[in-house]
């Protein structure tokens, strides 16, 4: 209990010095040695803590010394951590999006959010709020590395869909699957596409193309957020700028849903803004 009480006090310092560029470089070091030594010996009581430690260490800025701690987050993601993989997220999200030339600067980060991502989704004990959170790195992974996570997209994408032919039994984890899929459709449609065509739905072996846009389409009405429906808004129009002629296949049959998709997506992104 004393070691939890002085981790919230050490959070409640680091709120308060955020913004104060020169006392967080002074006490960098010192709580992120803090952190390593907790991960390092696997003081699970204090993971929690840890873990917002290193988000408060990483939100504004992501110092050389910081980017040593990212392999010992998925170290102990590996060693015990699956558990408090929605408690890494926050820290995992600054990593990829705070300083986007070094996080890409090593191909092994993308590897690393990509294998700790896979093996929520892949894993049946780990529960849909947590594969949820999964997506989402993805999808902000998708989105931040674009050109240079074009390797990784057709693995991305089958993991996704793979999950979302299991039994589902939150709509959001659903939801969520599928916006990793329209992520990657707004950074490569051709490229995407391409992977969705030769993909197929167990245990029938129908195509996966046409049903997955048939799915999005139908679910329009259902998104939720600014940001979920400019991505679904943007997602869209990337696919039907490659249509030069006559409606492709996998969209001609769902041609009829393709504008009331749109209208909901416009509509609602409008009471988005409204509510904000």
């Known amino acids: 209990m004393t070691a939890i009480g002085l981790l919230s006090s050490l959070q409640t310092l680091l709120v308060a010095v955020q913004n104060n560029p020169h006392i967080m470089e002074i006490i960098e070091q010192d709580c992120g040695n803090l952190c390593a030594v907790i991960l390092q010996h696997g003081v699970l009581d204090v993971y929690e803590e840890a873990f917002v430690i290193l988000s408060q260490l990483t939100l504004n800025s992501i110092s050389p010394f910081m980017w040593q701690l990212f392999p010992l987050l998925y170290q102990c993601f590996c060693d015990d951590g699956f558990d408090y993989f929605v408690d890494m997220v926050p820290a995992v999200h600054n990593f990829i999006t705070i300083d986007p030339p070094a996080f890409l ?34 999808e902000v992974m998708v989105l ?50 391409e992977v969705l065509e030769k993909l197929t739905m167990p245990p029938t072996g129908e195509p996966v193309c046409s049903q997955f846009f048939s799915q999005w389409f139908k679910q329009a009405d259902c998104v939720r957020g600014v940001h979920n429906r400019k991505i679904g808004i943007l997602g869209l129009v990337s696919v039907l700028g490659r249509c030069a002629g006559p409606l492709p296949a996998y969209l001609a049959a769902c041609a009829h849903e393709i504008v009331p998709a749109f209208l909901a997506l416009f509509s609602g992104l409008e009471k988005a803004y409204q509510s904000r």
Request: glycine content about 2%; proline content about 4%; hydrophobic content about 40%.
């Open 105 to 138: 600067s090593n191909p092994a980060n993308m590897q690393t959010v990509y294998d700790m991502c896979t093996k929520i989704l892949e894993n049946e004990n780990c529960g849909e709020d947590a594969q949820s959170h999964a997506c989402k790195v993805l």
């Open 144 to 193: 931040q590395c674009k050109d240079t996570v074009s390797q990784l997209l057709p693995r991305i994408i089958k993991t996704v869909l793979e999950r979302v032919t299991k039994t589902v039994k939150m709509k959001l984890c659903r939801s969520m699957c599928l916006q990793v899929v329209i992520a990657a459709l707004y950074v490569n449609p051709i490229g995407v596409i």
